[in-house]
T-cell receptor, first 113, second 111 residues
Framework: GAVVSQHPSWVICKSGTSVKIECRSL??????MFWYRQFPKQSLMLMAT?????????EQGVEKDKFLINHASLTLSTLTVTSAHPEDSSFYIC?????????FGPGTRLTVL | DAKTTQPPSMDCAEGRAANLPCNHS???????VYWYRQIHSQGPQYIIH???NNETNEMASLIITEDRKSSTLILPHATLRDTAVYYC????????????FGKGTRLHILP
């Protein structure tokens, strides 16, 4: 089956630093990837749509300069949380489209101290 | 906004069938009913989807009413590992169409 990986699975960083999260489609090519954020006991919230070779499309209320998305290849999209603050602590999940379906990664837990 | 309504939580005894309802009264003709689940601290997992006919796979069965305004996900023999949040989503069957998650149903399987 189609597998999506994320790296790292968890990360702790200091306030003010930047953190990069990778999302990879391991056995298929994904022209479109999505990034979600999930706070404790809440549902997944779509942050942005990432298309290979073009700029990401951000959902309303998501700061594009804070959450930088790069989809440089058909198997890799990255999310960089710039100048992270404690309120950015969350569970970040990506999904990738393949075989006309979406497959989700295992998630990355970010903790900002 | 999510186009579905689900109960916030349900309990089910281990070994019994878990029946999770979902209302989607505004579903369009080209939209499918999808079910995903999310086990704690993991990414969502696809379970099943259907258009208007009932569907069954190795994980679950999906029963869609004739008017397509509601559906029920059935886990035939629930185990403790089925404890998760279950999301019912209506969407077109296109991989590049974004998925909007509602609040889902938190299913507790009781030993």
């Amino acid at each position: 089956g189609a597998v999506v990986s994320q790296h790292p699975s968890w990360v702790i960083c200091k306030s003010g630093t930047s953190v990069k999260i990778e999302c990879r489609s391991l056995d298929f090519q994904a022209t479109t990837m999505f990034w979600y954020r999930q706070f404790p006991k809440q549902s997944l919230m779509l942050m942005a749509t990432s298309n290979e070779g073009s700029k990401a499309t951000y959902e309303q209320g998501v700061e594009k300069d804070k959450f930088l998305i790069n989809h440089a290849s058909l198997t890799l999209s990255t999310l960089t949380v710039t100048s992270a603050h404690p309120e950015d602590s969350s569970f970040y999940i990506c999904s990738a489209t393949g075989y006309d379906e979406q497959f989700f990664g295992p998630g990355t837990r970010l903790t900002v101290l | 906004d999510a186009k579905t309504t689900q109960p916030p939580s349900m309990d089910c005894a281990e070994g019994r069938a878990a029946n999770l309802p979902c209302n989607h009264s505004t579903i369009s003709g080209n939209e499918y009913v999808y079910w995903y689940r999310q086990i704690h601290s993991q990414g969502p997992q696809y379970i099943i989807h259907g258009l208007k006919n009932n569907e069954t796979n190795e994980m679950a069965s999906l029963i869609i009413t004739e008017d397509r305004k509601s559906s029920t996900l059935i886990l035939p023999h629930a185990t403790l590992r089925d404890t998760a949040v279950y999301y019912c989503i209506v969407r077109v069957a296109r991989g590049d169409d974004k998925i909007i998650f509602g609040k889902g149903t938190r299913l507790h399987i009781l030993p």
